[in-house]
């Protein structure tokens, strides 16, 4: 079992950056995701890294702008997002998954979630 603790979201401008942390408690060598929701739409993949970071994979429209990190002594995964647009507006959760690397499968835990607003 493992839980998850968002935190950094907030208002920013366009063209503006923030950091997002997710802090895990309990067993922490899961491989992690961000994943985002935006009003009206279905929730989307942001990017994810392996349990040891050795692995990252990011959705095309993040590429770029977004940086996924770990701090495994610290149990806190990271997403940088810079240059951020109005359409990076939702609400952004990270999750845990187990067994082999696959960024956009399956995950078992989720956090509750961290508003992140983009004005123009």
């Known amino acids: 079992q493992v839980q998850l603790l968002e935190s950094g979201g907030g208002l920013v401008q366009a063209g503006g950056s923030l950091r997002l942390s997710c802090a895990a408690s309990?067993?922490?060598?899961?491989?992690m995701g961000w994943f985002r929701q935006a009003p009206g739409k279905e929730r989307e993949f942001v990017s994810a890294?392996?349990?040891?970071?050795?692995?990252?994979y990011y959705a095309d429209s993040v590429k770029g702008r977004f940086t996924i990190s770990r701090d495994n002594a610290k149990n806190t995964v990271y997403l940088q997002m810079n240059s951020l647009k109005p359409e990076d507006t939702a609400v952004y959760y990270c999750?845990?998954?187990?067994?082999?690397?696959?960024?956009?499968?399956?995950?078992?835990?989720w956090g509750q979630g961290t508003q992140v607003t983009v004005s123009l």
């Open positions: 999750a845990a998954r187990s067994g082999i690397w696959l960024p956009m499968g399956r995950y078992e835990y």
């Open positions: 309990g067993r922490t060598y899961y491989h």
């Open positions: 890294i392996s349990w040891n970071g050795g692995s990252t």
